[in-house]
């Protein structure tokens, strides 16, 4: 049987290799400390590269790291070594233009720390728990936009997400009462 594709980490990297938004799926990285050490790694095998107009594909750590660097942003979606390169590829370039819409095409850290909100509900509506749920940006970009919470809505019409902060506001106003 044919499993579900699956990424490992989702980084949103600096010029310098620091963290500017990352989310991990795998226990590969068991620490903090391997986290960073990996983004590094990484980073510097990376920096080097021209992956400014396409992305770009390589081989590091048993993983399979697709990226693509944009003004001083460096985007990467890793995989494990038997995962489909192509459908890596289709997650970053998913990630990348739903940031570029969000952010208006004015995509660099500045403005990504300003909405870092923004780009972790977008790494949430790309990925849960390592399974690939949505690659068209447009959506994504619409599923962020749309986030914010309309308590007054039906549960039928919330995502999940809304369903659970509605439930947590109510159970709120129960036990202030």
């Known amino acids: 049987m044919e499993s579900c594709p699956t990424v490992k980490n989702i980084l949103l990297l600096d010029s310098e290799g620091k963290r500017v938004a990352v989310k991990y799926y795998s226990e590969d990285w068991p620490t903090n400390n391997a986290k960073e050490a990996f983004e ?15 992305a770009e ?12 660097f944009f003004q001083d942003l460096h985007f990467f979606v890793t995989g494990g070594d038997d995962e489909n390169e192509l459908i890596l590829a289709t997650v970053l370039q998913g990630f990348f233009d739903a940031v570029g819409i969000l952010l208006r095409g004015n995509v660099d850290k500045k403005e990504a720390l300003e909405n870092l909100d923004l780009i972790l509900l977008c790494l949430d509506e790309i990925v849960d728990g390592g399974i690939v749920l949505e690659t068209d940006s447009n959506v994504i970009a619409s599923k ?18 809304q369903a659970l902060a509605t439930a947590r506001e109510h159970f709120a106003r129960s036990l202030l009462k």
Not at 57 to 68: L, T
């Open 57 to 68: 594909i390589a081989m590091f750590e048993n993983s399979i790291v697709v990226y693509k």
């Open 144 to 161: 962020v936009a749309s986030h914010s919470i309309d308590s007054g809505a039906p549960l039928s019409e919330q995502t999940i997400g």
């Open 40 to 54: 590094k790694a990484v980073f510097t095998k990376t920096q080097k590269t021209n992956a400014r107009t396409e």
